[in-house]
């Protein structure tokens, strides 16, 4: 069973970047056929994709993100990470780190962040 946790990022202030990490157990992220995704709710609104890393390292990022999105991987840690830069109080959201495999999907359990001065 694959299990996904989210890193707890402090506080955020606007035009700072936003880092988080996803930590992958139970599976390895270079998995054939696993996509690894960050999508993000805001309050009162629905999911968004953010963008995503396949198993072979591939990155995909939504076209509206992508001048300041970034997203990345640690084999060695079997972590996956999100870089926002620039954050505004509209990427105040819940993140979640997700992974689908044909199938099979899994979320973490989220992490609030909140972009406030």
């Known amino acids: 069973q694959v299990q996904l946790q989210e890193s707890d990022p402090d506080l955020v202030k606007p035009s700072q970047t936003l880092s988080l990490t996803c930590t992958v157990s139970?599976?390895?992220?270079?998995?054939?056929?696993?996509?690894w995704s960050w999508i993000r709710q805001p309050p009162g609104k629905g999911l968004e994709w953010m963008g995503a890393?396949?198993?072979?390292?591939?990155?995909y990022v939504s076209p509206s993100l992508k001048s300041h999105t970034s997203i990345s991987r640690d084999t060695s840690k079997n972590q996956i990470s999100l870089q926002l830069s620039s954050v505004t109080p509209e990427d105040t959201a819940v993140y979640y780190c997700?992974?689908?495999?044909?199938?099979?999907?899994?979320w973490g359990q989220g992490t609030q962040v909140t972009v406030s001065s």
């Open positions: 997700h992974a689908r495999a044909v199938i099979t999907i899994y």
């Open positions: 139970g599976g390895s992220i270079t998995t054939r056929s696993y996509y």
């Open positions: 890393i396949g198993y072979d390292g591939n990155t």
